[in-house]
């Protein structure tokens, strides 16, 4: 710690703080426009000068001077004023004055300096710029005639998004910020250079002209997207979301959002929302009203008794998760899942199984101090990119050693020092199981207080490094290093994500991470973790409230396996497009078809409600009251923003509603009581109160979750899958699930399928960009327009799930990895 | 004291001759108003469009929120008030959206004959501003 004095105060400090970070502290605003709290001081504006004793002559920028024993800092003085007021009539000199028609308007760094310094005046003469705004992308518009030249978008966009879209290019007067050969911008879209602009030369293009910041009114909430629990800041003018606002005040995101969080939101402004209760009557869906639609879905359940099953979308508050599984109770059935299909059994039974809990076992921001850090699948920053850039960060900033259990060559590769341990698709369990290997034949091991080694040992026979990378492809040596550096960090991180395109070997992957996890001594120890990390906004809510099969109930899949067979009396879908995101497409459509019953509840009219017999209109997360779980265990709350559409009512109060039918008893009495009623059944959820979470969330279980037992569990190896070509499916970066489609946001950058070929391959079938092609494999043909990319290995092929049209799901049965021919 | 009062009822008296009145025939004798009289609101054209750039100062300004506002984008990519909207019978001819008005293009008139028959005649469109 450092003592000084700034404006007479006297203060301690931590070593690392700077004057500006000191003066913070103790109360003192300093004006700043290029500082930013996650970025690396840059020094770049010198509004921020300040007079040091002990370095008399000259002003010192305070946002890049460290503090140190003794100092005495002099924040105002006459000087000072007038150093800063120089300094904001220099900025002015080219800065086109178009306040009346920027955005920016009202919350524009260098307008309220402006004004606070009372420049009304410039002494100073100059060219304003006429340089044309960058608009070839739909969703960022740069007008670099009012950029300041802080440098903020250069630094967020290298240091903590790890893109590098911006640089600052020629010298002088004549500097701009430039994209790569000044073409504009062509990125992936995160938009977090718009969060961190002062001025207004960088804004939303969605947003534009749209409001006046001081018009909106700001609600809080958490992004309804994926399992990451981003704070995002509804900026809602009369009744509709216009914008997603910057807030790094609260959540665990530091203000950081990607493509899906910042423009993905126009979804729920939707027209094709559903707004009235859907009844089948003769063949046709008909507009209902809520009485007869809730006492026909009454009656369909009380006829189907324990032959009804109960399928949740993992977008569900916890609060209606709750009322779900009372639901499944009253109406008798223990056929209960969540969508996770089987994909999250790594989870509840692998790692449950392993360390006898069923979560990630630290928390997001630990990672960023972490030495070595081991991504399984490198998918990771695609499912989960705010979390990608906390690894982004503990990489360029920290040193982390990153480490890649990937299939292909994606965004982590990229960073640097990253090795990619790139095997054959579907592999990815043989590689975890090799480093395993390499840490017990090397007595690396922590092994005390560690069950089933033994086992392990014997199961683990036939992953010799040199047996592994024969199999997989990965080289011999590279493993070795890799469990050498694992074993040697005393922080370290596993993180492997989950969701309904990797289903495959999602229990022995679990297995597989917590196995090495316990080898390297990450479970309970501090700054370490392994992450297990859901896809959707609530995952960890639905594994944590036990919206998993009952006793003798069934899952997911032997529900559609059940129901295809006929044996499924009634099927209640609710916020999941099976018919999109599920594996096997026949299967599931041969389920909905054969079932008598099927109730469907959702915003929209998806493919599946279209097949339903009663669809019930039902609400966005920006229109809901409750808690989402993050996958790092966070509770945090979800708040109301807009109204609900039409006659639609919230999850809650439709699953209410039913049980009130079935049961007679009143069950919904606001998100506050049932979230003290989950805490009576989920003991981690009683240690809060649903008003006592706090602006950063409340993380159950703690920082560290500590293990109740370290068990190795033995896990086989992959099979590999042959031919020449194989195709992964997995997440696309701009999309979540299948509602990000409906978002103009995504949709505006990947609007329909495609299948990722790697240079080489396309360079053998002779395939350009835009290409149709022809995909077959599993017995089925599918059509789908072809994009090169470097990120794919020789004779892989990739293709996202989220498009209905594509039918990716016909083909992809919820293997590693479909062997495919491709013709032209 | 009776010179005092003389001069007094002069005054009074001079005020009775013809010339001296400031009571006009209204209406058929209108008085010209002055230059900073607070009348009917005025939207300023420029060749092609309105001077307007839908910056939302006057809404945000006007004290009995009378003011709508829509802002919109037109071919030339240049922001233009979509829909602009004075409910006159909420107006209470402050002035304050002239002030506030970066650009100039607001102004008030010195028209104050606002009487109508309808409530909807009140509400002065942008077509109607403009004129």
Redesign the interface.
């Known amino acids: 710690m450092v003592n000084l004095t700034i404006d007479g105060k006297q203060i301690t400090v931590s070593r690392t703080a700077t004057i500006y970070e000191a003066a913070l502290e103790a109360g003192i605003n300093i004006p700043v426009l290029c500082y930013a709290k996650k970025l690396l001081p840059f020094g770049a504006c010198r509004i921020c000068l300040v007079q040091v004793e002990q370095m008399k002559g000259r002003l010192i920028p305070s946002c890049t001077t460290p503090v140190s024993e003794g100092m005495v800092v002099t924040t105002m003085s006459d000087e000072i004023l007038k150093v800063r007021k120089t300094v904001l009539e220099f900025l002015l000199v080219n800065h086109v004055i178009e306040?009346?028609?920027c955005d920016k308007?009202g919350e524009c760094d260098l307008q309220e300096l402006t004004y606070a310094h009372e420049v009304v005046t410039n002494r100073f003469q100059g060219e304003k710029f006429n340089l044309e705004?960058d608009e070839v992308n739909p969703l960022i518009e740069r007008n670099m005639n009012r950029c300041v030249l802080c440098g903020r978008c250069v630094r967020v966009c290298d240091e903590v998004v790890g893109y590098g879209s911006y640089s600052f290019i020629n010298r002088g007067f004549e500097t701009k910020i430039a994209t790569a050969f000044d073409r504009g911008l062509n990125c992936e879209f995160c938009g977090q250079c718009v969060s961190m602009c002062p001025v207004g030369a960088i804004l939303p293009r969605p947003f534009?002209?749209?409001?006046?910041p001081?018009?909106l009114k700001e609600v809080d909430t958490v992004c309804g997207y994926c399992g990451n629990g981003c704070t995002v800041s509804l900026g809602v003018l009369d009744k509709k979301i216009e914008t997603i606002r910057f807030n790094d005040k609260i959540g665990v995101n530091d203000g950081n959002l990607c493509i899906r969080g910042r423009f993905g939101y126009s979804y729920v402004n939707s027209e094709e929302r559903l707004t009235t209760p859907l009844v089948r009557k003769n063949g046709q869906l008909v507009e209902a009203s809520w009485d007869e639609a809730l006492q026909v879905v009454a009656d369909g359940f009380k006829q189907a008794q324990a032959s009804l099953g109960i399928l949740s979308g993992a977008r569900l508050t916890n609060e209606e998760l709750f009322l779900l599984k009372n639901l499944a109770k009253v109406a008798g059935t223990a056929n209960l899942d969540h969508s996770g299909g089987e994909c999250y059994k790594g989870v509840t039974e692998g790692l449950a199984g392993s360390l006898g809990i069923a979560a990630s076992t630290g928390t997001f921001p630990q990672v960023e101090e972490c030495e070595a850090i081991l991504a399984i699948r490198s998918d990771f920053y695609e499912t989960h990119p705010v979390f990608g850039m906390v690894v982004n960060q503990a990489v360029k900033r920290n040193e982390a050693q990153l480490w890649l259990v990937a299939d292909k060559r994606g965004k982590f590769a990229k960073l640097p020092g990253a090795q990619n341990l790139l095997h054959r698709p579907g592999m990815e369990l043989d590689v975890l199981n090799g480093l395993a290997r390499v840490l017990l034949d090397e007595g690396l091991a922590q092994t005390e207080g560690v069950e089933g080694l033994a086992e392990l040992k014997q199961a683990l026979a036939e992953f010799g490094a040199d047996q592994v990378a024969t199999r997989t492809g990965v080289d011999a040596e590279t493993l070795r290093v890799a469990a050498r550096q694992l074993a040697a960090a005393k922080k370290s991180a596993i993180l492997l994500a989950y969701g309904l395109p990797y289903t495959a070997y999602s229990r022995e992957l679990g297995i597989a991470a917590a196995n090495l996890a316990i080898l390297v001594g990450i479970p309970g120890r501090a700054g370490s973790g392994l992450y297990l990390c859901g896809e959707k906004a609530n995952s960890q809510g639905a594994i944590d409230l036990g919206i998993v099969p009952q006793t003798g109930g069934l899952g997911a899949q032997a529900m559609l396996d059940a129901a295809a067979n006929g044996k499924l009396n009634a099927l209640y879908v609710v916020g999941e497009d099976l018919l999109i995101s599920y594996p096997d497409r026949g299967k599931v459509e041969k389920a909905l078809e054969k079932v008598p019953f099927l109730v469907v509840q959702d915003i929209f009219l998806s493919s599946t409600a279209a097949k339903a017999h009663v669809v019930l209109p039902a609400a966005s997360f920006a229109e809901k009251d409750g808690t989402f779980t993050n996958a790092e265990r966070r509770i945090q709350r979800v708040r109301p923003g807009i109204p609900l559409p039409g006659q639609a009512k919230t999850d809650g109060t439709i699953i209410a509603a039913l049980i009130e039918k079935l049961s007679g008893n009143l069950a919904f009495t606001g998100p506050a009581a049932i979230f003290a009623e989950i805490g009576r059944s989920v003991p981690a959820y009683a240690t809060v109160s649903f008003n006592g979470i706090g602006p950063q969330g409340f993380v159950w279980g703690g920082e560290i979750l500590t293990p109740s037992r370290r068990r190795l569990q033995p896990v086989g190896g992959a099979v590999p899958v042959e031919g020449t070509f194989q195709l992964l499916t997995g997440s696309a970066l701009y999309h979540s699930g299948t509602v990000s489609t409906r978002a103009k946001g995504p949709q505006a950058v990947v609007a329909e399928a495609y299948v990722e070929f790697g240079r080489e391959d396309a360079k053998a079938l002779q395939l350009k960009d835009g290409d149709l092609v022809k995909v077959t494999g599993n017995g089925v043909e599918l059509r789908l327009k072809a994009k090169v990319d470097n990120r794919l290995p020789k004779g892989v092929l990739f293709a996202p799930y989220h498009f209905a049209a594509a039918g990716i799901n016909r083909l992809y049965k919820g293997e590693a990895a479909v062997s495919v021919t491709v013709s032209k | 004291m009776f010179t005092a009062i003389a001069k007094g009822l002069g005054i009074t008296f001079k005020h009775m001759l013809p010339g001296h009145s400031t009571t006009v025939q209204y209406p058929t004798v209108k008085l010209k108003m002055s230059a900073r009289f607070r009348g009917l609101h005025r939207l300023v054209p420029t060749q092609d469009r309105e001077k307007c750039v839908a910056c939302y100062l006057c809404p945000t300004v006007c004290p009995a929120k009378c003011i709508t506002v829509e802002a919109a984008e037109n071919d030339k990519g240049e922001k233009y008030p979509r829909i602009y909207k004075i409910d006159l019978l909420r107006c209470i001819f402050c002035g304050y959206c002239v002030e506030a008005c970066p650009v100039e293009a607001l102004e008030m008139t010195d028209a104050y004959e606002l009487a109508n028959y309808r409530r909807e005649d009140f509400e002065f469109t942008k077509e109607r501003l403009l004129k």
């Open positions: 306040c009346p028609v308007g705004t534009k002209f749209k409001a006046r001081w018009q």
